[in-house]
T-cell receptor, first 116, second 114 residues
Framework: AQTVTQSQPEMSVQEAETVTLSCTYD???????LFWYKQPPSRQMILVIR??????QNATENRFSVNFQKAAKSFSLKISDSQLGDTAMYFC?????????????FGTGTRLKVLA | DTGVSQNPRHKITKRGQNVTFRCDPI?????LYWYRQTLGQGPEFLTY????????KSRLLSDRFSAERPKGSFSTLEIQRTEQGDSAMYLC????????????FGQGTRLTVV
């Protein structure tokens, strides 16, 4: 069974600084997808960034980038130039490509607070 | 707003009562998911529909839970004989196509069983 672990329940960062959120996962599969989703207070979850396991190049979306280490099964999210609007719960998630359902397996989340 | 819509947003019910939640996915999305999220936890998968067919159910979905998606459009999640342990946020998500892995989430229905 696949598992996703986020070991940082809470983090804070000063506005305009950089912060890295950690995520590790466990799977025996070789092909899968990894995601970071953001859940702002009282708002729906939205996709931040996605990484295909077969791609060696780390995904980047504007101020958000990942460090994907497939051998170590590590998938961290780096937020550069943090903004107050980045305050949210961040969930790391995994999808198996073999199941056909694309159901997500989520970690327990990291609550990020950006300080003014 | 063409996002995923869930109703009601909040529901307080007495233990033992039945409740039903509704999810309207993004139009033409063929995949629909229900997740449950408790405090301090990430969302946990409950069930998956592809069009009107319920293709997967989690072991978390006891026999008190039932979900439907008639005609492959909106979906309902019913909980019978609610228990305090059912108190949680119930999230619905939808997605489209075989190659698009992104899921779009609704704001959820927060259930409180008293």
């Amino acid at each position: 069974a696949q598992t996703v672990t986020q070991s940082q329940p809470e983090m804070s960062v000063q506005e305009a600084e950089t912060v890295t959120l950690s995520c590790t996962y466990d799977t025996s599969e070789s092909n899968y997808y990894l995601f970071w989703y953001k859940q702002p207070p009282s708002r729906q979850m939205i996709l931040v960034i996605r990484q295909e396991a077969y791609k060696q190049q780390n995904a980047t979306e504007n101020r958000f980038s990942v460090n994907f280490q497939k051998a170590a099964k590590s998938f961290s999210l780096k937020i550069s130039d943090s903004q107050l609007g980045d305050t949210a719960m961040y969930f790391c998630a995994f999808i198996s490509t073999t199941s056909g359902t694309y159901k997500y397996i989520f970690g327990t989340g990291t609550r990020l607070k950006v300080l003014a | 707003d063409t996002g995923v819509s869930q109703n009601p947003r909040h529901k307080i019910t007495k233990r033992g009562q039945n409740v039903t939640f509704r999810c309207d996915p993004i139009s033409e999305h063929n995949r629909l998911y229900w997740y449950r999220q408790t405090l301090g936890q990430g969302p946990e998968f409950l069930t998956y529909f592809q069009n009107e067919a319920q293709l997967e159910k989690s072991r978390l979905l006891s026999d008190r839970f039932s979900a439907e998606r008639p005609k492959g459009s909106f979906s309902t999640l019913e909980i019978q004989r609610t228990e305090q342990g059912d108190s949680a946020m119930y999230l619905c998500a939808s997605g489209q196509g075989a190659l698009n892995t992104e899921a779009f989430f609704g704001q959820g229905t927060r259930l409180t069983v008293v």
